[in-house]
């Protein structure tokens, strides 16, 4: 699988991180990549996507948006998915990629997706292992 995310202070990334740590645990090959370095092409190739972004102003951290634009067309129907990201109160982003990924890609996103409260970030990083066993078990 990969995991693609924007972030700007890091917290986006340190969760791309853990759900790629949990997710290898569980047997599966993961890739990690920033949203500027991905292409369409990579998401096709591969079994299932994550999508992080980070909220700034009630909003997709900008970077991600550019990466939502540039994989419109990717043929991503049917394919697991989910959507995480950091945020501090409301968490926007996340529903704005998991909204993309299940109304543009027509992916299988898995739910909820995974919010992290930057400010307590432990309560919701508890659930990354049982995730990431959903996620193995879409790909068995
Ligand atoms: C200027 C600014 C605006 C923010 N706006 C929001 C917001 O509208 N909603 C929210 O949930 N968090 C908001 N946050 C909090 C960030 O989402 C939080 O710090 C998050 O951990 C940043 O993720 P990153 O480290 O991956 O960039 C804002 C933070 C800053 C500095």
């Not at 599966?28 to 992080?52: F, N, P, S, T, Y």
């Not at 299940?102 to 909820?112: A, E, G, Q, S, Y």
């Not at 432990?122 to 959903?134: N, Q, T, V």
């Amino acid at each position: 699988m990969i995991i693609v995310f924007e972030s700007r202070t890091g917290n986006t990334k340190t969760i791309a991180d853990k759900l790629a740590e949990a997710v290898q645990a569980q047997g599966v090959d993961v890739e990690v990549k920033r949203g500027r370095e991905c292409e369409a092409a990579d998401l096709e190739q591969v079994d299932a996507v994550a999508m992080g972004g980070a909220t700034y102003h009630h909003d997709l951290i900008p970077s991600m948006k550019e990466f939502l634009f540039k994989t419109e067309k990717a043929d991503l129907e049917g394919k697991p998915g989910l959507a995480f990201g950091s945020f501090g109160w409301s968490g926007d982003a996340i529903d704005i990629i998991q909204d993309t990924m299940i109304h543009l890609h027509k992916m299988d996103v898995i739910k909820p997706p995974l919010k992290v409260n930057a400010w307590k970030p432990e309560s919701d990083l508890a659930e990354i292992g049982e995730l990431a066993k959903r996620i193995a078990d879409k790909l068995k």
